[in-house]
C-alpha cells in the first residue's frame, strides 16, 4: 500500500505540484482576488526569511500592512527585513528572533508579543525544517516534531486570545502535498520507533499532523478562519538544502518562490466568506486531504488523542506566567 501511495503522489504531483501545474490552475484566479486594503492589518510569518515566507512578507509589505517577521537566525532575518522594507518603503516591517524548535522560547515570546502589541489579525505558520537525522534536543523532542508539530501548536495556541480580540482573524498553515503519503501515527509522534529514520518521511508525519490540528481547531474556535495549504513543489533554500537529490532532478519543474506564496497570500487577505473552514488548499481551492483508495484516514479518537497529547506536551514547558 505504501508503494501504491508513493507512486499515486507522485503522478499527482508531476501534474500538479509542478510549475506547469501552477501555471494550468492560474487560468481559473480571479485576477481581483488580491485587490485588498490591508494597511490597518497586522499580519505575522514565522520562517520570513527565505523562500515562500519571505514572498508572502514582501507582497504583504508592499500592500502596507504591518508584517511581523519571525526567524531563527538574526543575521539573514535582519537582512531579509532590511531588504523588504526599503523595497517597499514600509517601515511596518518587524523582526524577531525565535527558535521554533524550543517550546519555552516559544512560549517566552507568545507572553512577550501578547503583552507588547494590540494587535495580530493573520498569523501564518511557515516556518519548518526537515532534518534527515534523527536529532533529540536535552528535553527528549526530536528536531522535526519540535519544529514542525509542537513549535506551531504552542505558537498558535498562544496567540490566539491575541487573535481574537481583532477583526477577522486567520490562521494559515503552510503543510505539505508529502503528508498524503502518510496516515497520522499517534503511537510514535516523535519517531522513536522508525527504524531506520527518514527525514522525508518524518517531515510528511508532521505535515499530516498540521493539517489534523487545523481541522480541530477550526471546529474548536468558529470566529476564526483556520487553513492549511500545499504551496507546490517550489525551488526554496529550503528544499536545496532538505532534499538535493530531489531538487536536483526536478529543477527545471520546479515553481517559483512567489508561485508558491500565492495561495498563502490569497488565503491571507482576499475573501474568505464564502470558503469552508479548517480546509486544506491547493492553488486558490480546497482539496482532498486524502488520496483514493490510500487508506490513509485517521479516526476521529486519533485525531482528539493527538490534540490531547500535543496540549499535554506544550503544558510541560508552559511558565506559570503564560497562563491567560
Known amino acids: 500500500m505504501t508503494f501504491y501511495r508513493n507512486v499515486v503522489w507522485f503522478a499527482k504531483g508531476l501534474r500538479e505540484y509542478t510549475k506547469n501545474g501552477y501555471i494550468a490552475a492560474e487560468k481559473s484566479f480571479d485576477p481581483k482576488a488580491l485587490d485588498v486594503d490591508v494597511s490597518s492589518r497586522t499580519f505575522m510569518i514565522t520562517g520570513a526569511n527565505s523562500g515562500i515566507g519571505k514572498d508572502t512578507a514582501a507582497f504583504l509589505a508592499k500592500k502596507g500592512a504591518t508584517v511581523h517577521m519571525v526567524c531563527r537566525s538574526e543575521t539573514r532575518g535582519e537582512e531579509a527585513r532590511k531588504e523588504i522594507s526599503e523595497s517597499s518603503g514600509n517601515d511596518k516591517v518587524i523582526l524577531h528572533i525565535l527558535d521554533m524548535s524550543k517550546p519555552r522560547m ?33 528535553d527528549g523532542l526530536e528536531k522535526n516534531f519540535a519544529t514542525n508539530t509542537l513549535g506551531t501548536y504552542i505558537l498558535t495556541s498562544g496567540l490566539m486570545p491575541l487573535l481574537l480580540k481583532n477583526e477577522a482573524p486567520r490562521v494559515i498553515t503552510v503543510s ?6 502518510m496516515k497520522l501515527d499517534i503511537k510514535d509522534l516523535q519517531f522513536e520507533k522508525m527504524n531506520p529514520f527518514d527525514g522525508t518521511m518524518a517531515y510528511a508525519q508532521n505535515k499530516r499532523q498540521q493539517v489534523i490540528m487545523t481541522e480541530k481547531w477550526a471546529e474548536k474556535h468558529k470566529e476564526i478562519l ?24 526536478m529543477k527545471d519543474r520546479l515553481r517559483t518562490c512567489a508561485q508558491g506564496a500565492d495561495t498563502i497570500i490569497w488565503l491571507s487577505v482576499a475573501d474568505m466568506s464564502k470558503e469552508p473552514r479548517g480546509a486544506f488548499y491547493q492553488d486558490r481551492k480546497p482539496v482532498s486531504t486524502h488520496l483514493p483508495l490510500a487508506w490513509s484516514k485517521a479516526s476521529d479518537g486519533d485525531k482528539n488523542e493527538l490534540m490531547t497529547k500535543l496540549e499535554d506536551l506544550a503544558s510541560k514547558f508552559k511558565p506559570d506566567s503564560s497562563a491567560n
Open 106 to 138: 516559544v512560549w517566552e515570546f507568545v507572553d512577550k508579543f501578547s503583552s507588547a502589541n494590540e494587535a495580530l489579525h493573520v498569523l501564518i505558520n511557515n516556518a519548518g525544517c526537515m532534518v534527515n537525522t534523527r536529532e533529540v534536543d536535552e
Open 226 to 249: 483556520f487553513s492549511s495549504m500545499h504551496p507546490g513543489w517550489a525551488d526554496t533554500p529550503a528544499v536545496q538544502t532538505s532534499m538535493p537529490g530531489f531538487h536536483r532532478k
Open 176 to 181: 505539505s502535498g508529502g503528508m498524503l503519503v
